[in-house]
C-alpha cells in the first residue's frame, strides 16, 4: 500500500468557507489524501480564499509567493487557489503566479477528484463554472467518527441583493436554497456524530426558501421547527441575515422555540437613509429601528450583532453620525465595522472615494463605541444564570471553554465538565472578550 498523501487546507473569510474547506477535504479523501495541520508536509495545498475586501484578496498573493519556496525542496507538490479570489479572479490568479496548479470556484469543488487527477498527469486545472448539478449531491456521503459539539450546516447559498459595494453576488452566483429533506439527514447525521449545535450558514440565510417534503417552498422558520425535533440536538443558530428578509415567522420563532438561541446577526452597514440608499441596501434605519424593537419584543434577552462599512463613497460626517446614533439606539453586544474597500465590477466602485485619514478616523471612532456596547452588554450578564456548552478545556487546571446561549465565550472556573456537555453556570466576571463562570451546584 502506498503511503497516505497529505492535504493541506489553509482557510480566509467567512463561516461558509470553514465548511467548504471541510467538503473539499473530504472530497479528496477518496483519492488518498488526510489533513495535515503542516503546510511543509504537504503533497497538495488548497488555500480557500476570500474576496469580499482588497486586503483579503492580496494576502493570498503574498501567501502563494511564500508556499511556491516549498516546491524547491518538493517539485511533485501541488498548490490550489479555492473560494471567492478564485472565482472572481480564475486564470489569472495563474498568470500572475505560475506555481499555482489548480483554480476551482466555490460552485465547483466537487469536482475536486476529476482535478487531482488531471494534475497528476501533469496538467494544470480551472473550473469556475456554475453547474446544474447540486455540488452537496455529488458529496453526499460524509466520513463517520467523532465530531466537535458545534458545527456548521450551509442551507442557502449565493445572493440576489447587489449592495453596492460587495462581491458575493458574482463569486458564489444566484440565491439558492437546499432541499429540506438533505438539511435534516445531513443535521442527524452531525448529531449521531456528537454534534449539539448546529449553526445554519447561507450569505443571506434567512432568504432560505427550500422545497419541503411536501414539495412546498419552506421557509428558514419552518425548517427550524422541523431541525428542533431532532433529539440530541440542543441549539440552533443562524447567520448571516438581511433586514428585509426577517420575516414574521422567524420573528415569532425566536420568541417560541427554545432550541433557537437568543442571538442575531443582523447586518445594518450605515445609519444614513441617504447613504443606505447609495448602498441599495432597500431599507432605511428607521425600518431597521422597527426591526429591532419587534425581534425584543418576542425575545427581549436577545443579543444583536452587526456590520457596519465607514468611509463608503460621500459618506459625509453627518451621514456617519447617524450610524453611531444608530448603534447607541440599538446596544450591539457586538459589531465588526470595516472601512470601505473598492471592488472592481462593483457599482460603487465608479465612485469618489472619501479622504483614507477621514475614513480610518472614523473607524476608530466606531470601534470605541462599538467596544462600550460590547462591555456593558458583557457587563449586564455579571450574576445571570445561563448555559454554556463546553466545547474544550482551558489553559489553568480545571477550567473548560465554551460559549454561552448568547454566544459569548465563555470561561468556567474548576468544572468537572466534558467537552460536549451543556452545563448550567453562573456569570462572575466580564473580560476583554470573554465571560467568566462557576458552575451551578
Ligand atoms: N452576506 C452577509 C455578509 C457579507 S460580507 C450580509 O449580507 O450581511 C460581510 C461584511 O463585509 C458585510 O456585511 C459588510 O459589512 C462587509 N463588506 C462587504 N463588502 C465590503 C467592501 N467592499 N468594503 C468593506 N466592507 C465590506
Ligand atoms: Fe453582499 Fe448585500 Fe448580498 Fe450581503 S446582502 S452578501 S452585503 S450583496
Ligand atoms: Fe469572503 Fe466569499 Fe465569504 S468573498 S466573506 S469568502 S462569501
Request: glycine share 6%; hydrophobic share 40%.
Given at each position: 500500500m502506498t503511503a497516505p498523501k497529505k492535504l493541506f487546507v489553509k482557510t480566509y473569510g467567512c463561516q461558509m468557507n470553514v465548511y467548504d474547506s471541510e467538503r473539499m477535504a473530504e472530497a479528496l479523501a477518496p483519492q488518498g489524501y488526510e489533513q495535515t495541520e503542516v503546510a511543509a508536509e504537504a503533497d497538495m495545498i488548497l488555500l480557500n480564499t476570500c474576496h469580499i475586501r482588497e486586503k483579503a484578496a492580496e494576502k493570498v498573493y503574498s501567501e502563494l509567493g511564500r508556499l511556491k519556496a516549498l516546491k524547491v525542496d518538493k517539485p511533485d507538490l501541488k498548490i490550489g487557489v479555492a473560494g471567492c479570489v478564485a472565482q472572481a479572479e480564475g486564470e489569472e490568479i495563474m498568470r500572475r503566479q505560475?506555481?499555482?496548479d489548480l483554480v476551482v470556484g466555490p460552485q465547483s469543488y466537487h469536482r475536486l477528484p476529476q482535478m487531482e487527477a488531471k494534475l497528476r498527469d501533469g496538467r494544470k486545472a480551472l473550473d469556475t463554472d456554475f453547474p446544474a448539478e447540486d455540488k452537496f449531491d455529488t458529496l453526499r456521503t460524509r466520513p463517520k467518527g467523532r465530531r466537535a459539539p458545534a458545527a456548521f450546516l450551509t442551507v442557502q447559498e449565493g445572493c440576489d441583493k447587489f449592495c453596492a459595494f460587495c462581491v458575493v453576488p458574482y463569486t458564489r452566483g444566484a440565491e439558492t436554497s437546499r432541499p429540506v429533506s438533505r438539511i435534516l439527514e445531513e443535521a442527524r447525521d452531525l448529531v449521531d456524530r456528537g454534534v449539539r449545535e448546529i449553526t445554519l450558514l447561507g450569505q443571506?440565510?434567512?432568504?432560505y426558501h427550500g422545497t419541503g417534503p411536501d414539495g412546498r417552498e419552506w421557509s428558514l422558520a419552518q425548517l427550524i421547527w422541523a431541525l428542533n425535533e431532532i433529539d440530541g440536538l440542543a441549539r440552533i443558530r443562524f447567520t448571516t441575515s438581511h433586514p428585509n428578509d426577517m420575516s414574521d415567522d422567524l420573528i415569532e420563532a425566536h420568541g417560541s422555540c427554545k432550541k433557537l438561541m437568543p442571538y442575531l446577526h443582523l447586518p445594518?452597514?450605515?445609519?444614513s437613509d441617504r447613504i443606505l440608499k447609495r448602498m441599495n441596501r432597500s431599507h432605511t434605519a428607521e425600518s431597521y429601528l422597527r426591526l429591532i424593537e419587534r425581534i425584543r419584543a418576542a425575545r427581549p434577552d436577545i443579543v444583536l450583532s452587526g456590520d457596519f462599512i465607514v468611509g463608503f463613497p460621500e459618506e459625509t460626517e453627518a451621514d456617519f453620525q447617524a450610524t453611531l446614533d444608530l448603534i447607541d439606539a440599538v446596544g450591539y453586544g457586538y459589531a465588526y465595522s470595516f472601512k470601505y474597500s473598492t471592488r472592481p465590477g462593483t457599482p460603487a466602485a465608479e465612485r469618489a472615494l472619501v479622504d483614507p485619514a477621514v475614513a480610518d478616523e472614523r473607524l476608530q471612532r466606531i470601534q470605541a463605541l462599538i467596544t462600550r456596547h460590547q462591555t456593558a452588554v458583557q457587563e449586564a450578564m455579571v450574576g445571570r444564570e445561563v448555559n454554556v456548552l463546553v466545547e474544550k478545556p482551558g489553559r489553568a487546571p480545571g477550567q473548560m471553554l465554551g460559549k454561552s446561549d448568547h454566544l459569548h465565550a465563555v470561561h468556567i472556573e474548576q468544572s468537572s465538565a466534558q467537552v460536549g456537555d451543556l452545563v448550567p453556570v453562573r456569570i462572575t466576571q466580564s473580560k476583554r472578550n470573554s465571560l467568566a463562570a462557576v458552575t451551578i451546584r
Amino acid at each position: 500500500m502506498t503511503a497516505p498523501k497529505k492535504l493541506f487546507v489553509k482557510t480566509y473569510g467567512c463561516q461558509m468557507n470553514v465548511y467548504d474547506s471541510e467538503r473539499m477535504a473530504e472530497a479528496l479523501a477518496p483519492q488518498g489524501y488526510e489533513q495535515t495541520e503542516v503546510a511543509a508536509e504537504a503533497d497538495m495545498i488548497l488555500l480557500n480564499t476570500c474576496h469580499i475586501r482588497e486586503k483579503a484578496a492580496e494576502k493570498v498573493y503574498s501567501e502563494l509567493g511564500r508556499l511556491k519556496a516549498l516546491k524547491v525542496d518538493k517539485p511533485d507538490l501541488k498548490i490550489g487557489v479555492a473560494g471567492c479570489v478564485a472565482q472572481a479572479e480564475g486564470e489569472e490568479i495563474m498568470r500572475r503566479q505560475p506555481a499555482v496548479d489548480l483554480v476551482v470556484g466555490p460552485q465547483s469543488y466537487h469536482r475536486l477528484p476529476q482535478m487531482e487527477a488531471k494534475l497528476r498527469d501533469g496538467r494544470k486545472a480551472l473550473d469556475t463554472d456554475f453547474p446544474a448539478e447540486d455540488k452537496f449531491d455529488t458529496l453526499r456521503t460524509r466520513p463517520k467518527g467523532r465530531r466537535a459539539p458545534a458545527a456548521f450546516l450551509t442551507v442557502q447559498e449565493g445572493c440576489d441583493k447587489f449592495c453596492a459595494f460587495c462581491v458575493v453576488p458574482y463569486t458564489r452566483g444566484a440565491e439558492t436554497s437546499r432541499p429540506v429533506s438533505r438539511i435534516l439527514e445531513e443535521a442527524r447525521d452531525l448529531v449521531d456524530r456528537g454534534v449539539r449545535e448546529i449553526t445554519l450558514l447561507g450569505q443571506n440565510v434567512n432568504a432560505y426558501h427550500g422545497t419541503g417534503p411536501d414539495g412546498r417552498e419552506w421557509s428558514l422558520a419552518q425548517l427550524i421547527w422541523a431541525l428542533n425535533e431532532i433529539d440530541g440536538l440542543a441549539r440552533i443558530r443562524f447567520t448571516t441575515s438581511h433586514p428585509n428578509d426577517m420575516s414574521d415567522d422567524l420573528i415569532e420563532a425566536h420568541g417560541s422555540c427554545k432550541k433557537l438561541m437568543p442571538y442575531l446577526h443582523l447586518p445594518v452597514q450605515s445609519g444614513s437613509d441617504r447613504i443606505l440608499k447609495r448602498m441599495n441596501r432597500s431599507h432605511t434605519a428607521e425600518s431597521y429601528l422597527r426591526l429591532i424593537e419587534r425581534i425584543r419584543a418576542a425575545r427581549p434577552d436577545i443579543v444583536l450583532s452587526g456590520d457596519f462599512i465607514v468611509g463608503f463613497p460621500e459618506e459625509t460626517e453627518a451621514d456617519f453620525q447617524a450610524t453611531l446614533d444608530l448603534i447607541d439606539a440599538v446596544g450591539y453586544g457586538y459589531a465588526y465595522s470595516f472601512k470601505y474597500s473598492t471592488r472592481p465590477g462593483t457599482p460603487a466602485a465608479e465612485r469618489a472615494l472619501v479622504d483614507p485619514a477621514v475614513a480610518d478616523e472614523r473607524l476608530q471612532r466606531i470601534q470605541a463605541l462599538i467596544t462600550r456596547h460590547q462591555t456593558a452588554v458583557q457587563e449586564a450578564m455579571v450574576g445571570r444564570e445561563v448555559n454554556v456548552l463546553v466545547e474544550k478545556p482551558g489553559r489553568a487546571p480545571g477550567q473548560m471553554l465554551g460559549k454561552s446561549d448568547h454566544l459569548h465565550a465563555v470561561h468556567i472556573e474548576q468544572s468537572s465538565a466534558q467537552v460536549g456537555d451543556l452545563v448550567p453556570v453562573r456569570i462572575t466576571q466580564s473580560k476583554r472578550n470573554s465571560l467568566a463562570a462557576v458552575t451551578i451546584r
